[in-house]
C-alpha cells in the first residue's frame, strides 16, 4: 500500500516455496530506486529480519511518518 510517500507491506501469500521474498526484494529494489528510504513492514519476521527489517519505536516511526509525508510525493510504479 503507498500513500503520500509512505509504502506500507502488507502479509505476503504464494502459490510456490519462496516466491513471495523473489517478490519482496524486487520490490525494495524499487523502492530504493525511487529514493524510498524505509518501509512499514508491520511485523518484524524471521524473514523480514533476514533481509533487514528491525523494529523501531513508535516515536520514530512517527517521525519518519512525517518527514515521509512531507518529502515531494512521486510515481514509484511508473517505470515497472
Not at 2 to 10: A, C, L, N, T
Not at 59 to 76: I, T
Amino acid at each position: 500500500v503507498y500513500v503520500k510517500s509512505v509504502f506500507s507491506g502488507e502479509s505476503m501469500f504464494h502459490l510456490r516455496p519462496n516466491v513471495s521474498k523473489l517478490c519482496l526484494a524486487f520490490l525494495v529494489e524499487k523502492l530504493v530506486e525511487a529514493g524510498l528510504e524505509w518501509m512499514d513492514i508491520q511485523m518484524v519476521t524471521d524473514v523480514l529480519k533476514a533481509m533487514g527489517g528491525k523494529e523501531i519505536s513508535r516515536s520514530d516511526f512517527l517521525r519518519k511518518l512525517l518527514l515521509a509525508q512531507e518529502a515531494n510525493s512521486r510515481s514509484l510504479f511508473g517505470s515497472l
